[in-house]
C-alpha cells in the first residue's frame, strides 16, 4: 500500500499565533492575593497578555520626555512665559516616579530576585535598580528640607535618565548570553548588522540610531528658522557635535566588523566592498560635512555644506524594505524606464527650442534662451504650469496646448511603469512566500523555527492576517488536490470530467506561478530566439499571463 499523506487541517493553524498577533489574555486568576495579582498585572515580565510591557514603555516616554523639558527650562525666552506648566509637569513625573518606586517596593516580596531574600524589600533598597530609582525622585523632595540651588537641582534631576538603564541592562545581559563563547569583532558585528546574536540589544540599538538621525534632522530644519536658531544655537550646535560623534563610532563600528558577514571575509576586499555600499556612502555623507567644515573653515567658506546634513536622513533607509523593492523594481525595467527618459529629454529640449524661437522676439527677457526657456518646457510637459513663464504670440500659445496634452502621457509613462514594476514585485515577492509555505506544509506540520521565518516574511511584505490565511488556504487546497492525483495516471484523470478540471486548474495555477518567478525577459527570448515553443504555446503561456 502506498503511504497516505497527512495535511494540516485549517483549524489546527493558528494565523495570528505564526504572525505573532495572538491576542493571549493573561492567565491570571482574580483569586489570587493582592500582592501577587497586582505584581502579575503590573510587573511580571513572565506573563504573557499582562501591562508589564505598557507600563515599561510609558515610563520610558516619560523619561525622554524629561531630558527635553530640562533642555528647554535653562532657555528663559521658552521657560519664563511657561513656568507654571514646567512646574506642573515636574510634578506630575516626580508623582509617577514616586508612585513606581513604591509600587516596586511593595511587591518585592514577589519578585525572583529578591522573594529568597532574607528581607526582600531590605534587598530591593539597595538593588541598583531602586537606588536609580530613589535618585529620580530624592532631589525632588530634598529642596523642600534643605535649600538647593535651582542649577545644582536641575543637574540633579538628570538621574533621571539612568532609568533607562532598566530597559538597557536586561537587553545587555540577553545579548551577552547570546555571544558567549564569540569574538569581540563578532559582538559588534552582532551589535550592528541584524542577525540570530543580536536580541533585543541589537533593536535598542536601531531605534537609537533612528531617534538620532531624527533628532539632528529636526535640528537641521529648525536652524533655518532664525528666531529658534537665536534661542538654541549652541543646543544646535552641542546636538551636531555628539550625533557626529555617535555616527562616527557607528561608522567605524560597521567597517570593523563587515568582514563577519558572508561575502566581505576578506580583511582589506571586504572591508573596501563595504565602503563601496549604497548605504555605507550614506553613512559617510552623514558625517562628512562636520569634518570638512571644522577643519576646512578657516581656507573656504563652508557653511553651505550645512544643508547636506540632511542626507542623514538617508540613514533610515537601510533595512527598509520598500527601497530594497524600489530598487529591484528600477533595475528590472531599467531599460524601458531609460527609453521614457529618453523620449521625455528629447521632447523637452525640442519644445525648449520651439519656445525660444516663437517667443525670444517677443519676451527677450524670458525667453533669454535656449537652456532658460528648458524651465518652462519642463514645467509646460509636467502640466505644472506656475504661471511665471508663459508665451504671448499666437504659435507659442498654441504650441504649449499641443505640448500640454503630450506632456499628461509622456510624463505619465515613468510613473505608470513604476507603479506597475512595484505591485508586480509585491506580487512575486508573495509567490515566494507561497512557494516557501507549500515546502513548509509538505511534511505535515510547521515547526518553530519555519514559523519564526513566516513571521519575517510576512512582517516584511506588510501582510495581514486574512492574506496570510488566504495564502494557507490556496497552499491547503493545492496539497490536497496533489494527493489526489498524484497517484493516478492522466488517463484515469482524464476519464473524470471533474478530476481533469481539478487538475487542469493546477497545472494552469503552476504556470501562472511560474510566470511570476521566472525572468521573462530571458524566458520569451529563450523561447522566441531558440523556437522551443511554437507561436501557440507562446501566445498561450503569454495569455495564462495576462500579457496578450
Given at each position: ?124 533598597v539597595f538593588s541598583p535598580f531602586a537606588l536609580i530609582d530613589f535618585l529620580a525622585v530624592a532631589p525632588f523632595y530634598l529642596q523642600a528640607f534643605i535649600p538647593v540651588d535651582l542649577r545644582v537641582l ?197 519644445t525648449a527650442s520651439l519656445g525660444y524661437l516663437f517667443e525670444h522676439d517677443a519676451q527677450p527677457d524670458k525667453f533669454e534662451n535656449i537652456p532658460t526657456t528648458i524651465y518652462w518646457a519642463v514645467i ?169
Amino acid at each position: 500500500m502506498s503511504e497516505t499523506k497527512t495535511f494540516i487541517s485549517l483549524k489546527e493553524i493558528n494565523v495570528k499565533h505564526i504572525l505573532g498577533e495572538e491576542d493571549q489574555p493573561a492567565d491570571i486568576s482574580p483569586d489570587l492575593p493582592m500582592r501577587k495579582w497586582l505584581h502579575s498585572w503590573l510587573l511580571n515580565p513572565d506573563i504573557r497578555g499582562n501591562h508589564q510591557a505598557t507600563v515599561e514603555s510609558w515610563i520610558g516616554f516619560l523619561i525622554i520626555t524629561n531630558l527635553f523639558v530640562m533642555l528647554f527650562e535653562h532657555i528663559p525666552q521658552i521657560y519664563d512665559p511657561y513656568k507654571s506648566w514646567f512646574h506642573f509637569f515636574d510634578v506630575f513625573s516626580v508623582g509617577v516616579f514616586t508612585v513606581e518606586y513604591l509600587l516596586r517596593f511593595y511587591l518585592a516580596p514577589e519578585d525572583e530576585e529578591f522573594s529568597q531574600k532574607k528581607n526582600p524589600r531590605l534587598a530591593y533598597v539597595f538593588s541598583p535598580f531602586a537606588l536609580i530609582d530613589f535618585l529620580a525622585v530624592a532631589p525632588f523632595y530634598l529642596q523642600a528640607f534643605i535649600p538647593v540651588d535651582l542649577r545644582v537641582l536641575r543637574f540633579l534631576r538628570l538621574l533621571r535618565m539612568l532609568k533607562l538603564f532598566r530597559i538597557v541592562i536586561p537587553a545587555y545581559y540577553e545579548f551577552l548570553e547570546l555571544n558567549a563563547g564569540r569574538s569581540f569583532r563578532q559582538r559588534i558585528h552582532a551589535l550592528i548588522f541584524p542577525s540570530a546574536y543580536g536580541g533585543k540589544l541589537q533593536e535598542i540599538y536601531d531605534g537609537f540610531i533612528g531617534v538620532c538621525v531624527l533628532l539632528s534632522v529636526f535640528a537641521v530644519v529648525m536652524e533655518s528658522v532664525q528666531s529658534v536658531d537665536y534661542l538654541l544655537n549652541i543646543e544646535f550646535t552641542i546636538l551636531d557635535a555628539v550625533v557626529v560623534g555617535i555616527f562616527t563610532i557607528e561608522y567605524c563600528m560597521r567597517m570593523y566588523s563587515c568582514v563577519e558577514e558572508p561575502g566581505f571575509k576578506s580583511p582589506i576586499a571586504g572591508r573596501l566592498k563595504q565602503a563601496k555600499g549604497v548605504s555605507t556612502m550614506i553613512d559617510f555623507l552623514a558625517i562628512l560635512p562636520f569634518f570638512l567644515e571644522v577643519f576646512l573653515h578657516h581656507l573656504l567658506d563652508l557653511r553651505f555644506l550645512r544643508v547636506f546634513r540632511l542626507s542623514r536622513l538617508l540613514k533610515l533607509t537601510r533595512g527598509n524594505d520598500a527601497t530594497q523593492i524600489l530598487v529591484k523594481v528600477l533595475k528590472r525595467e531599467w531599460p524601458v524606464i531609460s527609453a521614457s527618459a529618453f523620449i521625455m529629454v528629447l521632447l523637452v529640449v525640442l519644445t525648449a527650442s520651439l519656445g525660444y524661437l516663437f517667443e525670444h522676439d517677443a519676451q527677450p527677457d524670458k525667453f533669454e534662451n535656449i537652456p532658460t526657456t528648458i524651465y518652462w518646457a519642463v514645467i509646460t510637459l509636467a502640466s505644472v504650469g506656475y504661471g511665471d513663464i508663459s508665451p504671448v504670440t499666437v504659435p507659442g500659445r498654441a504650441m504649449t496646448v499641443v505640448l500640454a496634452f503630450i506632456g499628461i502621457g509622456i510624463f505619465a509613462i515613468p510613473a505608470a511603469l513604476l507603479s506597475s514594476a512595484f505591485s508586480d514585485e509585491l506580487v512575486k515577492e508573495r509567490e515566494v512566500l507561497k512557494s516557501e509555505l507549500y515546502e513548509m506544509m509538505k511534511d505535515g506540520h510547521i515547526d518553530a523555527a519555519e514559523i519564526e521565518n513566516i513571521r519575517a516574511e510576512a512582517n516584511r511584505l506588510h501582510l495581514s492576517e486574512e492574506e496570510v490565511n488566504a495564502l494557507i488556504t490556496q497552499i491547503h487546497q493545492a496539497l490536497e488536490r496533489e494527493a489526489k492525483f498524484s497517484h493516478l495516471p492522466i488517463n484515469q484523470i482524464a476519464a473524470r470530467p471533474d478530476f481533469a478540471l481539478e487538475h487542469y486548474k493546477a497545472l494552469v495555477g503552476d504556470i501562472r506561478q511560474l510566470g511570476l518567478l521566472v525572468d521573462r525577459a530571458e524566458f520569451d527570448k529563450l523561447a522566441i530566439d531558440k523556437g522551443r515553443l511554437s507561436p501557440d504555446e507562446l501566445a498561450l503561456w503569454k495569455h495564462i499571463q495576462h500579457r496578450d
